[in-house]
């Protein structure tokens, strides 16, 4: 939900499992660091969350042992002329796995950097519907 301007304006986000539940959010959460939720937030937790599992289940595929992965997700901010906007991700991973050689744990990493379904998302084609609801009497 979101209610006034851009720059004026405030919102909440809920999640349908209701993990988050209208947790507010606004211009200056999202692009000053001000207190609030922002949607990019959420985006690089989800992309670390996918990205863990993605990385286990290459690990599980291959007959490997899995033991703590621990992912980050920076996401970068810029603008262009039309509006701001996500220009890049960055994504850190630390593991413990045992019986893997490091060029053999870079090809899993980079593997599950393609292949999990938040990175999948960042680049597949976007569909719409949308419906206006007006006021009676208006035009």
């Known amino acids: 939900m979101w209610n006034g ?3 004026e ?3 909440s986000i809920s999640t349908a499992s209701q993990t988050l539940t209208e947790r507010p959010y606004t211009f200056a959460s999202r692009f000053e660091g001000a207190e609030g939720a ?3 937030e959420l985006l690089a937790a989800a992309h670390a969350g996918c990205y863990n599992h993605a990385l286990a289940n290459i690990f599980h595929k291959n007959g490997l042992s899995v033991g703590t992965i621990r992912t980050a997700v920076e ?3 810029g603008s262009d002329a039309v509006s701001p906007g ?3 991700v960055h994504i850190t991973v630390d593991a413990h796995m045992p019986d893997v050689s490091h060029e053999r744990f870079r090809q899993f990493a ?3 950097a393609r292949t ?3 990175s999948k998302a960042l680049s597949v084609d976007i569909t719409l519907t949308a419906t206006l609801a007006r006021e009676q ?3």
């Open 38 to 40: 922002s949607p990019e």
């Open 5 to 7: 301007s851009f720059h």
């Open 110 to 112: 980079e593997r599950a």
């Open 137 to 139: 009497g208006s035009s």
């Open 116 to 118: 999990c379904a938040i």
């Open 86 to 88: 996500i220009q890049g």
């Open 75 to 77: 996401v970068d901010m």
């Open 9 to 11: 304006g405030s919102g």
